[in-house]
């Protein structure tokens, strides 16, 4: 399984950015799909998933009504949608995928319910 992120970059305050993943490997469309970020010094956090079949998708309260995640079945792809970016957003991004089954929602926002990691895509933003 490869999970592949590019899109980031560095950008200044309230700008938008668009994250894409590209999953391989896989049946993708069996699978929920998450970002998580990492900022130096800090965990790895949950910022947003989607079920597989796209019928819900779940947010971090800090990046609610800002970011929004998409996925495409047709295409292996999973987006995020950054927009009114902050400082605090800057982190690497990583996209991550579930490895089977549907999880409770709960678990949609822990790191150990997914199975695949991509490498991350640095997002920086400007103050």
């Known amino acids: 399984v490869q999970l592949q992120a590019s899109g980031g970059g560095l950008v200044q305050t309230g700008a938008s950015l668009r994250l894409s993943c590209s999953a391989s490997?896989?049946?993708?469309?069996?699978?929920?799909m998450g970002w998580f970020r990492q900022a130096p010094g800090n965990e790895r956090e949950f910022v947003a998933a989607?079920?597989?079949?796209?019928?819900?998708?779940y947010y971090a309260e800090s990046v609610k009504g800002r970011f929004t995640i998409s996925r495409d079945n047709a295409n292996n792809g999973v987006y995020l949608q950054m927009n009114s970016v902050r400082p605090e957003d800057t982190a690497v991004y990583y996209c991550?995928?579930?490895?089977?089954?549907?999880?409770?929602?709960?678990?949609?926002?822990?790191?150990?319910?997914?199975?695949?990691w991509g490498k991350g895509t640095q997002v920086t933003v400007s103050s």
């Open positions: 991550a995928a579930i490895g089977s089954g549907n999880p409770i929602i709960s678990s949609y926002y822990r790191p150990s319910t997914y199975a695949y």
């Open positions: 490997g896989l049946t993708f469309r069996r699978n929920g």
């Open positions: 989607v079920r597989k079949d796209t019928t819900s998708t």
